[in-house]
């Protein structure tokens, strides 16, 4: 079916659900072969009225489906599956963006023959910056992983792995905007304990962080001579360096990436 003809449904529109159905939109697909399902009416009605979108019940929604993103909570996953299996259409295409939960689970779950896409994506599709992993499961070929790349392109960057590095990506992209958030949280903190106001500690920090990263994307330098390149003999930034390298934030990054990864994991599990 060609992308124009094809009804894509939403199940689950919390914050990264609503990121998906906004960019997804803006990218150009008609709100009129966009479905949203939520739980929670107030909520559903909010969402219908904010975007124009229709909101069946998620049973409504699968049966009517060509493609059916599952944007739920990974603890919540198991009762969605239940809920709309019997209404999954031998054709459907679905696409897991749940953190943790393997495809042979939904393929378990799910009529047999399922069609089944591991997704795992971040928050900036917001701006649509997103950065987005795509994993086939076992009835899955690259017909339908363009589909999703087809989908996730307008909103940002996506690349195919295999299954078994999704932990590492959920832990790396997927969590990752959350740790530059918090590093920027830091030095905003820093500007003020130095003197600055808050606004302009944060429009410094806000805007060095959006140039470097641009650099990071348009110069394709690898980052250790980005860094080399602001680092003077004898200067200020080495002094910080050398002092974050004391206080030991590169092993502590890393640390905390496993431990994103483990957690994955461990939802994979049922944990």
């Known amino acids: ?16 659900g609503e990121a998906l159905l906004s960019g997804l939109l803006r990218s150009g697909m008609p709100a009129g072969s966009m479905l949203a399902a939520e739980r929670y009416a107030e909520r559903a009605a909010e969402i219908a009225e904010r975007y124009g979108v229709r909101t069946p019940t998620p049973e409504e929604a699968a049966a009517q489906a060509d ?24 054709e459907t295409l679905v696409v897991s963006m749940a953190a943790g939960i393997p495809t042979s689970l939904l393929e378990q779950l799910l009529p047999d023959g399922t069609v089944v896409v591991r997704v795992m994506t971040n928050t900036p599709v917001f701006v649509d910056e997103a950065m987005s992993a795509i994993s086939a ?4 070929g690259p017909e339908h992983l363009q589909v999703v790349e087809d989908l996730l392109g307008p909103v940002g960057k996506v690349v195919r792995v295999p299954e078994s590095q999704q932990d590492a990506v959920t832990a790396l992209s997927g969590s990752g905007p959350a740790y530059f958030f918090f590093l920027v949280e830091a030095m ?19 805007q060095t962080a ?34 974050m390298e004391d206080h030991g934030v590169r092993a502590a990054l890393l640390a905390a990436i496993e431990a994103a990864r483990d957690r994955s994991r461990e939802l994979a599990a049922g944990g």
Request: charged share 20%.
């Open 1 to 16: 079916m060609s992308g124009a003809d094809r009804v894509v449904a939403l199940l689950g529109v919390g914050k990264l």
């Open 67 to 90: 493609v059916i993103l599952l944007a739920v909570k990974p603890q919540d996953m198991r009762a969605l599956l239940a809920e709309i299996a019997s209404s999954v259409r031998p």
């Open 137 to 140: 499961g076992s009835h899955a």
């Open 188 to 206: 905003i903190d820093a500007g003020i304990l130095l003197g600055l106001p808050r606004a302009v500690a944060a429009e410094l920090i806000v």
């Open 210 to 243: 959006v140039g470097s990263a641009r650099m990071l994307r348009e110069s394709g330098e690898h980052p250790v001579l980005l860094r080399e390149a602001v680092t003077s003999p004898g200067g200020t930034t080495i002094a910080a360096i050398r002092t």
